[in-house]
T-cell receptor, first 115, second 114 residues
Framework: AQSVAQPEDQVNVAEGNPLTVKCTYSVSGNPYLFWYVQYPNRGLQFLLKYITGDNLVKGSYGFEAEFNKSQTSFHLKKPSALVSDSALYFCAVRDFTGGGNKLTFGTGTQLKVEL | DSGVTQTPKHLITATGQRVTLRCSPRSGDLSVYWYQQSLDQGLQFLIQYYNGEERAKGNILERFSAQQFPDLHSELNLSSLELGDSALYFC?????????????FGQGTRLTVV
């Protein structure tokens, strides 16, 4: 089965500092990887995805992610964090197990950006 | 606004009851997915429909069922409700079978079983 792991339950960073939210994946075949963000009492919002091509993927709100095949990682990054970036972040992989093409999510990482 | 509409936003019901959650996908999207989000289980995939047919089943209890109608809206039926069924239920949609397309999520239905 396809899976992703988010090793950190919470990440704290000061506003203006770079942030990284980690994700590693385990797939058979080509990985299709996604990042989503969830603000309190809201649904998940799509940030960016990796399908193929450049290892650095740019997405919404200044976020980017680096795909690393040798380390099986897809870390989310932002050069300068904002307090408004504080939210729950999910990494996901397209999972074809069982005949469909669902997204399988990691456990989520709570990002807290402090002044 | 993702274009995916879920109703109701909140639902409070008693144990043993049955409820129906409704989802209208983005215009043109053929795939609908249902997820359950709880504090201890995270985001769990329940079921996927594609153009009216069931495509994949996840950790969906036998007390739960779903369907997708000809107009592509979907309903998730939860019966014999237990306290542990209290959770946020999300619907998501995507255009179809292409693996690289992202799914768009509704705002969810918060179910509280008392």
């Amino acid at each position: 089965a396809q899976s992703v792991a988010q090793p950190e339950d919470q990440v704290n960073v000061a506003e203006g500092n770079p942030l990284t939210v980690k994700c590693t994946y385990s797939v058979s075949g080509n990985p299709y990887l996604f990042w989503y963000v969830q603000y309190p009492n809201r649904g998940l919002q799509f940030l960016l995805k990796y399908i193929t091509g450049d290892n650095l993927v740019k997405g919404s709100y200044g976020f980017e992610a680096e795909f690393n095949k040798s380390q099986t990682s897809f870390h989310l990054k932002k050069p300068s964090a904002l307090v408004s970036d504080s939210a729950l972040y999910f990494c996901a992989v397209r999972d074809f197990t069982g005949g469909g093409n669902k997204l399988t999510f990691g456990t989520g990482t709570q990002l807290k950006v402090e002044l | 606004d993702s274009g995916v509409t879920q109703t109701p936003k909140h639902l409070i019901t008693a144990t043993g009851q049955r409820v129906t959650l409704r989802c209208s996908p983005r215009s043109g999207d053929l795939s609908v997915y249902w997820y359950q989000q709880s504090l201890d289980q995270g985001l769990q995939f329940l079921i996927q429909y594609y153009n009216g047919e069931e495509r994949a089943k996840g950790n969906i209890l036998e007390r739960f069922s779903a369907q997708q109608f000809p107009d592509l809206h979907s309903e998730l039926n939860l019966s014999s409700l237990e306290l542990g069924d209290s959770a946020l239920y999300f619907c998501a949609s995507s255009p179809g079978g292409a693996p690289g397309t992202e799914a768009f999520f509704g705002q969810g239905t918060r179910l509280t079983v008392v």
